[in-house]
T-cell receptor, first 115, second 111 residues
Framework: ETGVTQTPRHLVMGMTNKKSLKCEQH?????MYWYKQSAKKPLELMFV???????ENNSVPSRFSPECPNSSHLFLHLHTLQPEDSALYLC??????????????FGEGSRLTVL | GEDVEQSLFLSVREGDSSVINCTYT??????LYWYKQEPGAGLQLLTY?????DMKQDQRLTVLLNKKDKHLSLRIADTQTGDSAIYFC???????????FGQGTELSVKP
């Protein structure tokens, strides 16, 4: 138990569906992240939020839409995805300003399959 | 841009030492990290080293940093089957920017 919870753990959707991934952290952190993990490729940073404000959008297609209503919750809204978007989507949180700036706490991921 | 490279696979026998290697390009890296991902789980921080250190030891784990060659390694002594996982190297630069991950090395430990 890392203190970061992601739901759903598995999601299968068609290219015309709209779905959302949810992440919740119970660690009191002020930064939250979405990463995409594809097999044999480096983790790709998608979005970063600090104190609910988006501070990084790593050239992510608009079919991925993040939402951060407060420092504990992060969503990733999915719309008209492509099969190549199938991957493991990882949420993470951290405490910005702490000595270990790269110490991220990850959730277990949401495995997305786009048909 | 910044890049972190790792070999994709490593297979060892139980009880042997494992050495996982990583190279990076960002000469301004301040911290370098090793994360572990067990099957079906997210990444978990194993250890990290500050860039002004050459070595850090933590029980069975030894991290070696060669800053001149931009080479980082993780040695696991007396490797156990429970060490089977994907190990990610990551670095962060002095701009306080984002964490850059490698592709991950899948460690397989044979009994």
């Amino acid at each position: 138990e890392t203190g970061v919870t992601q739901t759903p753990r598995h999601l299968v959707m068609g290219m015309t569906n709209k779905k959302s991934l949810k992440c919740e952290q119970h660690l009191g952190h002020n930064a939250m992240y979405w990463y995409k993990q594809s097999a044999k490729k480096p983790l790709e940073l998608m979005f970063v939020y600090n104190f609910k404000e988006q501070t990084e959008n790593n050239s992510v297609p608009s079919r991925f839409s993040p939402e951060c209503p407060n420092s504990s919750h992060l969503f990733l809204h999915l719309h008209t995805l492509q099969p190549e978007d199938s991957a493991l989507y990882l949420c993470a949180s951290s405490q910005e300003g702490s000595s270990g700036a790269g110490e991220l706490f990850f959730g277990e991921g949401s495995r997305l399959t786009v048909l | 841009g910044e890049d972190v490279e790792q070999s994709l696979f490593l297979s060892v026998r139980e009880g042997d030492s494992s050495v996982i290697n990583c190279t990076y390009t960002d000469s301004s890296s301040t911290y370098l990290y090793w994360y572990k991902q067990e099957p079906g789980a997210g990444l978990q921080l194993l250890t990290y080293i500050f860039s002004n250190m050459d070595m850090k030891q933590d029980q069975r784990l030894t991290v070696l940093l060669n800053k001149k060659d931009k080479h980082l390694s993780l040695r696991i002594a007396d490797t156990q089957t429970g060490d089977s996982a994907i190990y990610f190297c990551a670095e962060i630069g002095n701009q306080g920017g984002k964490l850059i991950f490698g592709q991950g090395t899948e460690l397989s430990v044979k009994p």
